[in-house]
């Protein structure tokens, strides 16, 4: 809400806007595909809320109600601040909106640390995996998760991990382009191939003859889509690293 008053402030004194979307249509395609990709990483913060809500039943019932208010109040903010960074400062605003924003410093600092926090929030989430090996192999099963044995390690082997990836991060300035090779090879066959072959799977012949239809179609689109997408992720990334170089100040 703080980011969309401040946007709203500033887009009203800004006057100099470009709206254009330049490039040739080669580029205008992939771009467009690019941002198809992150648009799936984003959107997937809604599996922690739906993780959470299976800790209490009924468990289904509370998933979806989990679903339906990230899509709809969610997307709504996530939507909202895109377009209306879009509509006050054009299509040259910064990747990063915050490095466009004006207003008082408190507000920058509450803005830049919130980012920071849900970064590390969604870094832990895709990460668990990886925690709940390294717990397995170093710490003491016997004891309790809170013993000072187990929480000192813990603590590092979080720490190590979260520094190696700040470390990356910052030593590949265009790492958003790996985010969205991420999506398009890994979120869009798990989103949208993955459940339709598991329903064609379990269902059979017994689904209908317009349910097995509509899943091969959903199949079909999004192999298509991930082979695009993907295409557009790398082709981003080479096109980057010949201009970048490492620990560049964006």
Known sequence: MLELIILQITGKSSRQKDYGVHGSPAEKAFNALGAVAAILVCNTSGMLTEIQSTLRSPAVRNMRRALAVQYTAGAAAYYGVSAAGYWAYGSAVSEYLPNELGGPRWAAVLINATAFLQSVVSQHLFAVPIHEAMDTRLQRLEEGMFSRYNLTRRFF?????????????????????????????????????????????????????????????????????????????????????????????M
């Open 157 to 249: 082997a979080r720490g190590l991990i979260f520094g190696f990836n700040i470390f990356v991060t910052a030593l590949f300035p265009f790492m958003g382009d790996f985010v969205n090779l991420f999506g398009s090879f890994a979120l869009v066959p798990l989103t949208f191939m993955f459940p339709s072959m598991v329903v064609l799977k379990i269902k059979g012949k017994s689904g209908g003859r317009w349910s097995r239809l509509w899943h091969w179609g959903v199949i079909v689109f999004s192999s298509v889509l991930c082979i695009a997408t993907t295409a557009a992720a790398v082709r981003l990334i080479f096109n980057n690293a010949r201009i970048y170089h490492f620990f560049a100040d």
